[in-house]
């Protein structure tokens, strides 16, 4: 349990830290420290070296100002090794000297540390890092359309076209997000022009997904993904011919409402077993 912790924290932190973070070797460098002195007291030393190795290389697989090179497939290796680790390896017996000290009461019982890291493991990365997994889907599933772009002419010269590679309509970078216009000066998609209200709305509304599902509070979830998608209605509807909107929107949603549930899943199945 402690391993999947560990792992999403380190993940979660680091795409934090490169989002938000004006230099990112520094806030690297603090992260790295607070989590191998986390580990240290805790008596998991090891998982958390562990951890940050599979920060690095998520950092690497899923960059943020491009377009990632194995689409979201990183995201699904991450998911098999965080289940594997808490379906298999299960609670800790010992905490170190973490242990003897701690003691976190919640209206559902004691909070064991290895639950609670995980608990926050989780939350932190379906704040930034669910959003890259969310643009990774949308990448893999977007289509182009040649277009002809008339290019100006010279002096004396006669008017050209050249043919580029478009989008068929403006997209959404996040399950959330306003449809914006993502094209580039190349014609591909710029995953993070105008990407505003999605970066908060997305995090926020998995959050709640996760929190909901732990309450076992299911109307209510039903009931704020029922009013999303009515608020997104009208501009589904002007969809046209193409349904691309629809798409887009129900991809982003799906992908962002799964691991979501995912997260719920693990905590759910850690704090049961």
């Known amino acids: 349990m402690i391993v999947a912790g560990f792992a999403l924290l380190a993940v979660g932190a680091a795409d934090l830290v490169r989002q938000f973070a004006p230099r990112r070797w520094i806030g690297y460098l603090t992260v790295a420290i607070i989590l191998l002195l986390l580990g240290s007291v ?3 030393l090891l998982p958390m070296i562990a951890a940050l190795a599979i920060g690095a290389l998520w950092v690497w697989c899923m960059p943020s100002e491009r377009r990632a090179p194995l689409g979201f497939w990183p995201a699904v290796l991450l998911g098999i090794l965080v289940i594997g680790a808490v379906v298999w390896l299960g609670p800790r017996q010992e905490s170190g000297l973490i242990g003897g000290i701690w003691e976190l009461r919640s209206p559902f019982g004691e909070v064991p540390f290895d639950l609670a890291v995980l608990s926050v493991g989780a939350g932190v990365f379906l704040l930034e890092s669910a959003n890259l997994i969310v643009r990774a889907a949308l990448d893999g599933e977007h289509t182009w359309r040649p277009v002809d772009i008339a290019r100006p002419s010279a002096a004396g010269e006669s008017e050209s076209t050249v043919t580029a590679i478009a989008p068929p309509l403006a997209v959404t970078t996040d399950a959330a997000a306003d449809p914006i216009d993502l094209t580039g000066p190349t014609g591909r998609v710029d995953p993070r022009s105008g990407f505003k209200g999605g970066r908060l709305i997305g995090p926020l509304e998995r959050i709640l997904v996760l929190i909901l599902t732990l309450a076992a509070a299911y109307p209510i979830l039903a009931a704020m993904l029922a009013a999303k998608g009515i608020v997104r209605f009208p501009e589904i509807s ?7 909107r629809a798409e887009y929107f129900l991809v982003g949603s799906l992908v962002s ?3 979501a549930l995912g997260a719920a899943f693990l905590v759910w199945w850690a704090a049961h077993s």
Do not use: L, N, P, Q
């Open 42 to 44: 805790s008596d998991a």
């Open 238 to 244: 002007r969809d046209g011919e193409t349904g691309a």
């Open 257 to 259: 409402w799964v691991i």
